[in-house]
């Protein structure tokens, strides 16, 4: 994700995944899983409109 895609989204999906991983609270830590999976999802739509635009601009050329 980091690499291929939206970097700050990737980054921050890394760091809460990190965070989620040194919990010990089970509620705790569903919820820093879920935002990881939400930074993740959030990367990889933008990633995806990105590739989309610059596939309608280059087809206009």
């Known amino acids: 994700m980091t ?3 939206n970097v700050v989204c ?7 995944a ?3 991983m040194s ?3 089970p509620h705790q830590r569903e919820k ?3 935002y990881s999976w939400n930074s ?3 990367g990889l739509a ?3 409109v990105g590739l989309i635009l610059i596939g ?4 206009h050329m």
């Open 3 to 5: 690499v291929c895609c």
């Open 10 to 16: 990737g980054i921050l999906a890394i760091v809460f």
């Open 18 to 20: 990190v965070i989620a």
């Open 23 to 25: 919990m010990d609270d």
């Open 32 to 34: 820093f899983v879920g």
């Open 40 to 42: 993740f999802g959030i």
């Open 46 to 48: 933008i990633t995806c």
């Open 56 to 59: 309608m601009v280059a087809g």
